[in-house]
């Protein structure tokens, strides 16, 4: 631990000498002019653990993979490519100017911008958006029920998706109008549009989940080559034009290779090395002061809308009991996790499941650890001496903290053992209820900037799909009042006055504790010395098409 605290207090002192922490806080505005640029053209060279499942644009669910895929594809809406507070807002993107929305909030009328077209050539029609809606439902995107349950017709595609007409989402192809019709007021519609499940792909696109192979999109970049083993191989879309750079920007670099297979230490030293210009797993603390003594300029410390999180599956025992999953955050000390995460300058400890930073997360909950008390309840319950493992990614920094979360499972009197799993794998493991998961060790971050993005998303009911890898509630939790709460606030579009709401749901959520939550993080973007204008958003993290290489 000492030497772990050294390390990042080196490392820290060294950014603010360097003003690497000031720049973070008043960045330099993007200008979004790259056809001509100096700086255009080569390479990026990007490593990371392993693969991170399909890539089918619609149905993936994870953070590695969607960082590419907004280089590659469009919704209707998006979030503005901007840093701070302002990488929240929603521009125009395919659409070309926000909805007009009738008074009783049912009726949200776009205007297909002319002229686009997708990376395979073919033309971005109207009928290619009413197809892409209809498919959210069709190849079971895993938000399908949760974000766009509200449209006329959903509920019937979920029910039978094979025979899914979708009367909620017209076209006009004289006209290039789509219109999309709810069923209820929902005061988080714009923010799902501009979500990356609702991105426009061709209309031919197959109707299930297109696993290894890639689906034409109409950002600056498409997928040439793919080999989930080794490498995929991004390329310039050869029909992108910039329609708006608030959303979209044709891209400095001509090539993203991106490489897998390098542990994170391994990740480090190759990019300390130039071999690599990014990496994307969590820093090992213990290279933490290395990099602040003599790498400070190419390290970038973001702020982030995410947690980590111990995820009980309350359909697993000993998980079924609310005293076991009560003790299990009784029993740990979010300061010793803290720690070994990197320590208090990139992250802290959360006794709340929405980080802070989000309109209604904080709900007055204290969490001290309580290891006397933590026991009892396991001793009340009969668990003692259940069998238990828990899953964590095969990183050096969540390998840290489940060794002490394990520890600390046996001390209360589980028989506990842990099992790392391939870092990009992880996710759709853990979400498979065919694979049994009891307890794991899981992050989270934001889809949108709402307390929905992690209380309904991780909890409610519609988000639990059992025997699937696309899962977000995989604790299998459904309490019917809970759930109630979510569509209140979900439904109110004055988020001053969702905010109560979403405080009153994530109190209860803390009571019944499907998941404990552990800490909110900041990240360590570490790139390599020929990479140049750095870019991160809150929502989608670096930003490839923005970067450049010397």
């Known amino acids: 631990m000492k030497v772990c605290a050294a390390a990042l207090g080196l490392l820290i002192s060294t950014l603010w000498g360097a003003g690497a922490l000031a720049q973070e806080i008043t960045p330099p505005d993007w200008n979004g ?35 590419v895929f907004v ?45 686009l077209r997708f990376s395979s050539g073919a033309p971005v029609r109207v009928e290619d958006v009413v197809s892409s809606f209809k498919r959210i439902y069709q190849a079971g995107s ?14 019937e595609c979920l029910d039978d998706p094979a025979h899914c007409s979708l009367p909620g989402v017209q076209g006009d192809t004289a006209t290039g109008d789509i219109v999309f019709h709810l069923t209820h007021r929902d005061g988080e519609f714009l923010y799902k549009l501009a979500f990356a499940h609702a991105v426009i792909v061709p209309s031919d696109t197959p109707l299930h989940d297109t696993g290894n192979t890639t689906v034409p999109g109409t950002g600056p970049y498409r997928i040439t080559s793919y080999n989930p083993e080794h490498q995929m191989i991004l390329e310039r879309n050869p029909f992108f034009h910039v329609w708006n750079p608030q959303a979209q920007t044709d891209g400095f670099v001509d090539r993203i290779e ?20 990014w990496m994307l797993d969590a820093k090992p603390s213990d290279r933490l002061g290395e990099l602040g003594a003599r790498y400070a300029s190419q390290v970038h410390i973001e702020p982030l809308l995410g947690l980590y999180y111990l995820a009980m599956n309350v359909h697993e025992k000993p998980f079924t009991d609310l005293r076991v999953r009560q003790a299990v955050s009784k029993a740990v ?38 290891l006397q008390e933590a026991r009892r309840l396991i001793q009340e319950s009969g668990a003692e001496g259940a069998a238990v493992t828990l899953v964590v990614p095969n990183r050096a920094v969540e390998a840290g903290m489940g060794t002490y979360l394990r520890n600390v499972l046996q001390q209360i009197g589980l028989k506990a053992q842990l099992r790392p799993i391939t870092a990009g794998l ?20 934001a889809d949108y900037p709402s307390a929905s993005t992690f209380l309904d998303d991780l909890f409610g009911c519609d988000n639990y799909h059992p025997n699937s890898p696309v899962s977000p509630n995989f604790t299998g939790f459904c309490d019917q009042h809970i759930q109630s709460l979510f569509d209140q606030a979900m439904a109110e579009s004055d988020p001053v006055k969702a905010a109560p709401i ?32 750095y870019f991160s958003t809150m929502l989608n993290h670096m930003l490839f098409s923005h970067v450049w290489v010397q």
Request: glycine share 12%.
């Open 426 to 445: 992880a996710t759709s493991y853990e979400q498979n209820t065919a694979n049994h998961v009891q307890i794991a060790l899981s992050y989270w971050f």
């Open 502 to 533: 979403w405080q009153e749901a994530g109190r209860g959520v803390m009571k019944q504790m499907p998941g404990a939550p552990m800490i909110q993080m900041r990240t360590i973007d570490f790139v390599s010395k020929r990479t140049g204008n």
């Open 258 to 277: 991106y490489d897998f297979g390098l542990s994170d230490e391994a990740q480090i030293t190759a990019v300390e090395q130039g071999r690599y210009d």
């Open 142 to 155: 895993p938000t399908a029920a949760s974000f766009y349950g509200g449209i006329v017709g959903a509920k």
């Open 333 to 370: 000390s979010r300061h010793a996790m803290t720690i070994l995460f990197g320590g208090g300058a990139i992250a802290e400890p959360l006794c709340q499941m929405v980080p802070h930073g989000i309109s209604g997360a904080d709900i007055g909950v204290d969490c001290p650890q309580d």
């Open 33 to 67: 002019e790259t056809l001509g640029s100096p700086h255009r053209g080569g390479v990026l060279h990007l490593t990371a653990d392993g693969p991170a499942g399909t890539l089918d644009p619609q149905i993936n669910y994870n953070t590695q993979y969607m960082q």
């Open 71 to 115: 280089n590659m594809y469009d919704g209707l809406l998006t979030f503005r490519q901007a840093r701070g507070l302002s990488g929240q807002d929603v521009v125009p993107d395919l659409a070309d100017a926000l909805p007009q929305i009738s008074a009783d909030g049912l009726v949200w009328r776009f205007h297909l911008r002319p002229g």
